[in-house]
């Protein structure tokens, strides 16, 4: 049964022959209601989290590669975030190919599911290293580095959380993905 074809939970109670659908949206408790209302600080967080994972995987790899190969700051960080995207995706894609999506439809999920949560995620941190004293010149071997790294991370997650709840609390966001949880 495709679940995003129903527009709200509610909608599966005045259904006939779905037993055991009740117990299957059981275990998405918290995530939203995907008719307008609110979703967890939990299931926000953990949407935040997925995210970060991802952009700090590409961030990190971007800045290995860009300093391995001598650039500046401009072209690393241009790859970073490029590389953010890409793994922030590609968790998402993992995900919902495993859940049995074709290749298509699992790349429209992750675009929907991350796009917006990836955009904020990487103006913020971003944002943070470029105010933080030295940190754009400070290299892979530096404390520096690496505090103002983790700082800009940890702020980006304190303002993405509030996006991805309010999203996901709409249907949509990470709410997306979920409809592909077994």
């Known amino acids: 049964m495709e679940h995003e074809a129903h527009e709200t939970h509610e909608t599966h109670h005045h259904h006939t022959g779905h037993e055991g659908h009740e117990e299957h949206h059981g275990g998405h408790a918290g995530h939203a209601d995907h008719g307008g209302g609110t979703a967890s600080w939990s299931t926000a967080a953990k949407a935040t989290l997925h995210c970060l994972t991802g952009c700090a995987i590409g961030e990190v790899l971007g800045m290995i590669i860009g300093t391995a190969l001598g650039w500046g700051n401009a072209p ?107």
Do not use: C, Q
């Open 76 to 182: 690393t960080m241009v790859l970073a975030i490029a590389l953010a995207f890409f793994f922030g995706y590609a968790l998402t894609l993992r995900g919902v190919l495993a859940a049995g999506l074709g290749l298509r439809s699992a790349v429209r999920v992750a675009l929907a599911a991350d796009t917006l949560s990836i955009l904020v995620m990487e103006i913020v941190d971003n944002g943070v290293l470029l105010l933080v004293p030295g940190a754009m010149d400070a290299h892979l071997d530096d404390a520096l580095f690496w505090g103002a790294l983790a700082f800009a991370f940890a702020v980006a997650f304190l303002v993405t959380t509030p996006v991805n709840k309010w999203m996901i609390g709409r249907g949509k966001g990470h709410a997306v993905v979920h409809r592909y949880h077994h």
